[in-house]
């Protein structure tokens, strides 16, 4: 039985008081709900603050982004380490990181070692661009990304993969629920083919691209989508709240 986990990833949206008031809105209705984990990735300046809201419920926080070192001179930018006592998960490999800042295989390869060895639990992102797609090439790429990122890793203690085809983020062009769960028994398969049956039958893999409440039922219902990474739709409090709802009360069936 794979626990289904929905994550909001906020991206650069929110100042920290605004952080603030949208985990009020919705904590105490997340909190109730069961049968799901549920993860907000907020800014990494908010993390502290949401931290202090949540803490004590089940709620769980997420970051959007690390380096792969530790500590040095990289201005800028944060560390495993410095995530490791905020936040339970880490989004790595985003398609927006890939695209904007020219994330590869390689980078976000260091990034998933990195977060193990810090006790981060990543959610690496895959998918593929809309010419990938229209040119019959989903599989290719969809393989690539996995293998790539977790190249030389070992049978990770903690991983999900989030199957984020690019076409479908912030488009509103959600893709269907067979498509999407055609590529993620893919992944699976792939995984399957790295550390085993077993370990590809327990791996939670999400669907993310214009998730809303309106569209979950058609992704969770779904035998191989085990929640969704959820971007606009999470910056509503009742809407993110219904998403959490519909996954807890389908995947209960
Ligand atoms: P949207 O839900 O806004 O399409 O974003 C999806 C996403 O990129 C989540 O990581």
Redesign the pocket.
């Known amino acids: 039985m794979r626990i289904p986990i929905i994550a909001g990833?906020w991206k650069m949206n929110t100042t920290v008081s605004e952080a603030a008031d949208l985990v009020r809105a919705m904590q105490a209705q997340l909190a109730a709900l069961t049968g799901v984990e549920r993860v907000l990735c907020p800014p990494f300046v908010s993390l502290t603050t949401v931290g202090q809201i949540i803490r004590g419920s089940a709620v769980k926080l997420g970051a959007q982004n690390m380096h792969y070192e530790e500590k040095g001179a990289y201005t800028g930018e944060v560390s495993p380490l410095m995530l490791g006592g905020l936040c339970e998960y880490v989004?790595l490999g985003?398609?927006?990181r890939r695209q904007y800042f020219g994330e590869t295989d390689e980078l976000v390869n260091r990034k998933v070692k990195a977060a193990l060895k810090a006790g981060l639990k990543p959610i690496v992102?895959v998918g593929e661009r809309l010419d990938e797609n229209e040119a019959g090439k989903t599989e290719e790429v969809i393989v690539r990304e996995v293998r790539g990122g977790l190249s030389g890793v070992e049978a990770p203690t903690s991983l999900v993969i989030?199957y984020?085809p690019i076409w479908?983020?912030?488009?509103g062009k959600a893709a269907t629920g067979p498509q999407a769960n055609a590529t993620i028994s893919l992944i699976r398969r792939t995984v399957a083919q790295l550390y085993g049956d077993g370990f590809a039958e327990g791996l939670r893999v999400q669907y993310?691209?214009?998730?809303t409440a309106a569209n979950i039922a058609e992704f969770i219902s779904q035998p191989h989508i085990d929640g969704a990474?959820?971007?606009?739709?999470s910056l509503k409090a009742a809407e993110f709240v219904s998403i959490v709802e519909q996954t807890a009360r389908i995947k209960k069936g």
């Open positions: 990833n989004i985003h398609s927006e992102c989030a984020e479908a983020i912030g488009t993310g691209g214009s998730v990474l959820v971007g606009g739709a």
